[in-house]
């Protein structure tokens, strides 16, 4: 689950729930008007669970919906595990964070200049995406689900024998049947430069740590109550590993006056420490981080 937030508003619809089937790869992009918790839990139970039934475990990043005592307890009620990712690592999340990639791409190729039509598109571009092949599944998400293919041709009116007297009838199914063709061609095309590029940056392997492992953490993602950030340490620690947290991130050991900061990281955030090892040229261990009076938020 992720939320596509910012976006025009349009009868007080300004974001997009994300909802993407591990399994299957099916989606639903569900338009919000607000975010509370008990309301997601409603709209979860009419949008999902009506349609799928109950889910085994839940993906999503710590947005501070996901994080309520509320949508907690509803979760742990209906023996749903929730998984979050660690701090400032979307990549857990990874195929709805590409998912939401797609999703934007179709909404800037076909709404209107102004922007007001984006809710209207969403049903289109959720079953052109069920009705695509899939990279990873080798099949559509609509099969994998259903194990048969929708019925999806549109018939041309001017092909008809019988002939309409509806022009404007007419012309919404060759609408409807153009944007269908384009999208497909678009989606295909997204998907392969996303993946592209996505490889391209993940080639490099991260380095690997153990427990016990001193490191510093890049303090990209931290804000203190320091003037400017530019000027700032970039680093912070040294902090001690204390535990391995699924195969890419860290539990560390963090200094009592760490704040409120989640104490799993990826290992992307992470670097080795070196001890200074040249007589009299040692630096100083920089302090612990002197944190704003908010939570860490992802």
């Known amino acids: 689950m992720d939320f596509i937030t910012n976006l025009p508003n349009v009868i007080g619809y300004d974001q997009c729930w994300v909802i993407v089937d591990r399994f299957t790869?099916?989606?639903?992009?569900?338009?919000?008007?607000?975010?509370?918790?008990?309301?997601?839990?409603?709209?979860?139970?009419?949008?999902?669970?009506?349609?799928?039934?109950?889910?085994?475990?839940?993906?999503?990043?710590?947005?501070?919906?996901?994080?309520?005592?509320?949508?907690?307890?509803?979760?742990?009620?209906?023996?749903?595990?929730?998984?979050?990712?660690?701090?400032?690592?979307?990549?857990?999340?990874?195929?709805?964070?590409?998912?939401n990639q797609i999703l934007e791409h179709y909404l800037c190729t076909y709404y209107m200049w102004d922007q007001d039509d984006w809710v209207d598109l969403l049903p289109f571009v959720e079953f052109c995406y069920y009705n695509t092949v899939h990279n990873a599944i080798k099949q559509t998400p609509f099969f994998a689900a259903y194990h048969q293919h929708p019925e999806n041709s549109f018939k041309n009116p001017k092909d008809n024998v019988t002939e309409s007297n509806n022009p404007e009838a007419v012309k919404t199914v060759e609408d409807l049947d153009a944007m269908r063709e384009a999208m497909r061609e678009n989606m295909k095309a997204a998907q392969t430069r996303m993946v592209k590029y996505y490889n391209q940056k993940v080639a490099n392997k991260e380095p690997q740590f153990k427990v016990g492992d001193w490191v510093i953490v890049n303090a990209k993602n931290i804000k203190t109550k320091r003037p400017s950030k530019k000027l700032d340490y970039k680093l912070r620690g040294k902090c001690e590993i204390e535990k391995l947290c699924g195969t890419n991130a860290y539990r560390l050991k963090l200094p009592p006056l760490s704040g409120k900061i989640h104490p799993v990281f990826h290992v992307s955030l992470l670097e080795p420490y070196c001890q200074n090892t040249i007589p009299g040229r040692g630096s100083p261990t920089p302090p612990p981080v002197d944190l704003e009076q908010q939570e860490y938020v992802i």
């Open 25 to 99: 790869k099916m989606a639903h992009f569900i338009p919000l008007k607000i975010r509370k918790a008990k309301e997601l839990a409603l709209i979860f139970v009419r949008e999902v669970w009506r349609l799928h039934g109950l889910t085994k475990r839940v993906v999503s990043d710590r947005d501070t919906l996901f994080m309520t005592l509320f949508w907690s307890e509803v979760m742990r009620l209906v023996e749903v595990e929730l998984v979050k990712s660690s701090a400032y690592h979307p990549q857990i999340d990874g195929q709805t964070e590409r998912v």
